[in-house]
């Protein structure tokens, strides 16, 4: 029977550093291009498409120069490292993302949030427990 698990003791470090508390969502999304060929006969031939990848970040915004956005802003189109773990005890799954920097600002007498999607590879998934 599989495991479920909600994000209610999940982990995401970036560059080795923990953003735990600012995340409040992350989810790795592959992407496909279907293409096709179409010969001189007309029959029409797919191509097999790899998966594009990519790694969307919601965060409550901060002003602390420790905080994801600032580190997102000095990162902005660097390759860092991500590790994710959705659960405590679960396996942990690593890419590299490319650093972009997040919005700035929001709504009176709200959190201010941000979100980002970030070009990643494909994440690889650790064993569990690790």
């Known amino acids: 029977m599989p495991t479920l698990f909600a994000l209610t003791d999940s982990t995401l470090t970036l560059g080795g550093d923990d953003f735990s508390t600012e995340v409040?969502?992350?989810?790795?999304?592959?992407?496909?291009?279907?293409?096709?060929?179409?010969?001189?006969?007309?029959?029409?031939?797919?191509?097999?498409?790899?998966?594009?990848?990519?790694?969307?970040?919601?965060?409550?915004?901060?002003?602390?120069?420790?905080?994801?956005?600032?580190?997102?802003?000095?990162?902005?189109?660097?390759?860092?490292?991500?590790?994710?773990?959705?659960?405590?005890?679960?396996?942990?799954?690593?890419?590299?993302v490319v650093a972009r920097a997040g919005a700035i600002g929001g709504t009176a007498n709200t959190v201010a949030t941000a979100s980002v999607t970030l070009p990643s590879t494909r994440p690889v998934r650790g064993i569990t427990g690790a």
């Open 24 to 96: 409040s969502a992350v989810t790795w999304t592959p992407s496909y291009t279907d293409l096709s060929h179409t010969g001189i006969n007309g029959n029409v031939t797919p191509v097999a498409s790899s998966a594009t990848w990519s790694a969307a970040i919601t965060f409550a915004q901060s002003t602390d120069v420790d905080g994801l956005a600032a580190y997102l802003d000095d990162m902005d189109g660097q390759s860092i490292d991500a590790v994710f773990t959705p659960h405590s005890g679960g396996p942990a799954f690593t890419a590299t």
